[in-house]
């Protein structure tokens, strides 16, 4: 209270200058340092830098002290951002028919990112296996396998689909598939809220405090030299 009133009694924009930058520090430290360590905590992450290159701070401007406000959150219109409120507060994910499997992964491992050439934008042509024919339902996959070709996509007829890439073609054991991702059209999940941002801006905030004194002190300090 005393650095608010001294601040109120030197210039009419010093207090909320103080206040602009107490905010936009505050949403800074979330973006730099808390938001990171707290999704490190909730997330594999297969690519570190999403977090921080996909979020953004709006800064606090004006001098109404009543509406100056800075906010922080995540910018694009990719799958993985758009999911970012889900997995916050909780709820269905959707558009999730296919999920891939640690073979589609950089060195078949769960911590890593799919392979650019196993991506599903890179998948094209899939043959599914249950509109081919054959008695029985391996023939029909081998079938559909074959009209793949090597290098193209197969889906499964077995209970749990799956989308295969065509490594090597033949009748029995000539057919060489690697397994991509798991298939379930309209499929969605039901995913926990990590409440991840909203921790970080509670640790974040803890601070705030702290960092009005600072700024006060700064902007009293160059107004009385």
Same mark, same amino acid.
């Given at each position: 209270?005393?650095?608010?009133?001294?601040?109120?009694?030197?210039?009419?924009?010093?207090?909320?200058?103080?206040?602009?930058?107490?905010?936009?520090?505050?949403?800074?430290?979330?973006?730099?340092?808390?938001?990171?360590?707290?999704?490190?905590?909730?997330?594999?992450?297969?690519?570190?830098?999403?977090?921080?290159?996909?979020?953004?701070?709006?800064?606090?401007?004006?001098?109404?002290?009543?509406?100056?406000?800075?906010?922080?959150?995540?910018?694009?219109?990719?799958?993985?951002?758009?999911? *970012?409120?889900?997995? $916050?507060? @909780?709820?269905? #994910? =959707?558009?999730?028919?296919?999920?891939? /499997?640690?073979? &589609?992964?950089?060195?078949?491992?769960?911590?890593?990112?799919?392979?650019?050439?196993?991506?599903?934008?890179?998948?094209?042509?899939?043959?599914?296996?249950?509109?081919?024919?054959?008695?029985?339902?391996?023939?029909?996959?081998?079938?559909?396998?074959?009209?793949?070709?090597?290098?193209?996509?197969?889906?499964?007829?077995?209970?749990?689909?799956?989308?295969?890439?065509?490594?090597?073609?033949?009748?029995?054991?000539?057919?060489?598939?690697?397994? *991509?991702?798991?298939? $379930?059209? @309209?499929?969605? #999940? =039901?995913?926990?809220?990590?409440?991840? /941002?909203?921790? &970080?801006?509670?640790?974040?905030?803890?601070?705030?405090?702290?960092?009005?004194?600072?700024?006060?002190?700064?902007?009293?300090?160059?107004?009385?030299?």
């Amino acid at each position: 209270m005393v650095f608010t009133n001294k601040l109120h009694a030197i210039s009419r924009s010093a207090l909320p200058q103080a206040i602009r930058n107490t905010l936009n520090g505050t949403a800074l430290d979330v973006k730099k340092n808390t938001m990171p360590k707290h999704a490190a905590e909730e997330f594999t992450q297969r690519k570190p830098s999403f977090f921080k290159s996909k979020s953004r701070v709006q800064f606090a401007k004006g001098n109404d002290i009543r509406l100056i406000e800075a906010t922080v959150g995540f910018i694009g219109n990719d799958q993985a951002v758009r999911d *970012l409120e889900e997995q $916050e507060h @909780g709820g269905d #994910i =959707d558009g999730r028919a296919f999920i891939p /499997m640690d073979t &589609a992964r950089t060195s078949g491992s769960n911590q890593k990112l799919v392979k650019p050439n196993n991506r599903l934008s890179s998948v094209k042509n899939i043959v599914n296996s249950n509109t081919m024919e054959g008695k029985t339902p391996k023939s029909k996959f081998i079938h559909a396998a074959n009209k793949a070709g090597i290098g193209g996509y197969v889906i499964g007829n077995n209970k749990k689909k799956i989308l295969y890439r065509v490594d090597a073609v033949g009748s029995g054991s000539g057919v060489k598939l690697t397994a *991509l991702y798991s298939f $379930e059209p @309209g499929r969605s #999940i =039901d995913v926990e809220g990590t409440g991840f /941002m909203k921790s &970080a801006s509670l640790e974040s905030a803890d601070d705030m405090n702290n960092r009005f004194i600072k700024e006060a002190e700064r902007i009293l300090d160059r107004f009385y030299k």
